[in-house]
């Protein structure tokens, strides 16, 4: 399960309304073996494209040099689809490669139509190791210090 607070919720969700019609994508990092996402860090979609993402690869560089010396890792790598269900295509499964990740989609499908999007999202988690995709349950909170989180 993830549980996400609703603070980062709100800024994927924002993240992915913002670049619609263009895909959005992101990392929210959390401190080594927490499962608690918790820095929220939009990234650039180096393809600018509505059907694909792409991470800038020296984005992602510094990123990951950032994160090993706050001690981080990625508790969620997340992204949009524009016109599609938010469930990995055959390019995002490929693609994963952090297996203690949660691989979170966002889709605004719902305003393919528009150059901007404010209107409902379907927003899921997954867990995609070698290949396999297994859906997860998303537990919002409004913090970390509800009773019974991580």
Known sequence: MLTIDQAT?????AHARKDHPDEACGVVAGPEGSD????????????????????DSGDLFRLYR???????????????????????????????????????LVSTRDGADRASYDGPVEFRS????????????VKIVADYTEPGDN
């Open 36 to 55: 608690r996402p918790s820095r929220f860090v939009p990234m650039l979609n180096a393809a600018m494209s509505p059907t694909f993402y792409e991470f």
């Open 9 to 13: 919720y709100d800024a994927i969700v």
């Open 66 to 104: 950032e994160m090993d010396e706050r001690d981080e890792e990625p508790v969620v790598i997340y992204h949009s689809h524009t016109a599609t269900q938010a469930y990995p295509s055959r390019t995002d499964i490929d693609l994963a490669q952090e297996p203690n990740a949660h691989y979170v």
């Open 126 to 137: 997954y867990r995609i190791i070698d290949g396999a995709v297994t859906e997860e349950e």
